[in-house]
């Protein structure tokens, strides 16, 4: 057996510049009486190969020793120590992707499928939020479900619907590490949910305004501000509070409003913007705000910009109503269902809804929007106390 450990510390130490072997092809080369490199010669399938073991000081005689062993060992089982320490350190690499960044690449890769590319930061914010804060820092193969139920336990009940948007969220990002070839535990959100229980927190539908009040209200926005119009015009167009907030003078033609594709809600392609016809009563609040567009909006805020969803809700809070903006879609939804007969489709349709399956969409083509027009007109004159009785929408 050849001889092995012929050097000491202190004669490492005390070493001048050259070469010094410790036995069994373990070399300390120093360029200085102070720093040098340690090497293992091997012969790996009939090649002398070289394996550098770090530097010296900063690797020990004793660590020196250690790794030695180790790519021998290798070396004994007929692997060439250089390629499986390259193999050990890509790997290493791989496992090393922390959460905040293939969160980050998970969000650029889904932006195409999300409205408006994802600016609003709806899609994000639950993990930027809730999830990267504590496990950002994480490389992703480290991450089980004990952190993701540590992580998701406090809002687990009390914010049961972001809590589940924000699980949602962390298990696309799994999946988009395990796509990137990472050593990602996919069961994990699976397994934190069990270990989290169900939740007790029920949603809560948003208040809305019983439809017979809806004319009172309606008649007590008459001050002709900002948000009154703006309050006027949610009411009788039925739409989401976002694109009435954006509205802009020129999306409006004749007596039809077009709501652009990227801020309606659930509509992603891009070719799908929502036609919303104008009753006389709304194309009569639309003139009155003109008069106070700024840049193009119809409902700019006092400084900047166009006015905040809570703008409008601060309003009906001031008069103590629990209902909210974002109510009066459901009030024109039980007056059509309790007043008219009018179809399925078209009611759904009103509210901006997406009816029936792909295949079916393909075959119907229209919108509805005549029959649409008929019954916005109607719900403007229930509204304005114009007209009560039932009215009579008829399908295609």
């Not at 194309?283 to 006015?307: T, W, Y």
């Not at 974002?326 to 009611?347: C, I, K, L, Q």
Request: with cysteine; charged share 30%.
């Amino acid at each position: 057996m050849r001889e092995t450990n012929k050097l000491s510390a202190a004669k490492v130490k005390a070493a001048e510049a050259g070469k010094h072997g410790d036995g069994g092809n373990l070399w300390l080369h120093k360029r200085s009486p102070e720093h040098g490199k340690w090497l293992l010669l091997v012969t790996v399938h009939g090649r002398r190969r070289e394996m550098g073991l770090g530097t010296y000081p900063e690797v020990s005689l004793k660590e020196a020793r250690e790794e030695a062993a180790k790519w021998r060992a290798v070396v004994r089982q007929g692997l060439d120590p250089i390629k499986e320490r390259q193999r050990e350190r890509r790997q290493a690499e791989r496992n090393m992707h922390l959460l905040r960044d293939i969160a980050a690449d998970a969000f650029e890769a889904r932006k195409a499928e999300l409205k408006g590319d994802g600016k609003a930061g709806r899609w994000f914010s639950p993990l930027e939020i809730h999830i990267l804060p504590r496990l950002g820092a994480v490389p992703v193969a480290d991450i089980d479900q004990i952190d993701i139920r540590d992580t998701l336990a406090p809002i687990w009940h009390d914010k049961a619907e972001t809590a589940r948007k924000a699980m949602n969220r962390l298990g696309i990002c799994l999946k988009h590490a395990a796509a990137l070839g990472l050593d990602a535990d996919l069961q994990a959100v699976e397994k934190a949910r069990a270990l989290l229980g169900k939740q007790r927190h029920k949603s809560k539908h948003i208040p809305a305004l019983a439809w017979v009040d809806v004319p009172t209200f309606y008649a007590s926005l008459d001050e002709g501000t900002v948000s009154h119009l703006a309050l006027r015009l949610l009411i009788l167009t039925a739409v989401r509070s976002a694109p009435l907030r954006f509205m802009r003078v020129d999306q409006i033609d004749g007596d039809v409003w077009t709501i652009p594709a990227e801020t309606v809600k659930g509509r992603k392609d891009a070719t799908s913007d929502f036609r919303v016809p104008l009753s006389p009563e709304a194309l009569a609040v639309i003139e009155a705000a003109k008069e106070h567009q700024r840049d193009g909006f119809m409902f700019p805020s006092v400084r900047k910009g166009v006015i905040s969803d809570a703008t409008m809700a601060r309003l009906m809070e001031r008069r103590d109503m629990t209902a909210r903006p974002h109510g009066f879609r459901s009030s024109f939804r039980d007056w059509v269902a309790e007043t008219t007969n009018t179809p399925f489709e078209v009611s759904e349709s009103s509210l901006g809804h997406i009816v029936g399956g792909s295949v079916e969409r393909a075959y119907r083509r229209t919108d509805y929007l005549d029959q649409r027009r008929v019954l916005m007109a109607r719900w403007a004159d229930f509204v304005t106390k114009k007209q009560a009785e039932i009215v009579r929408i008829a399908g295609r």
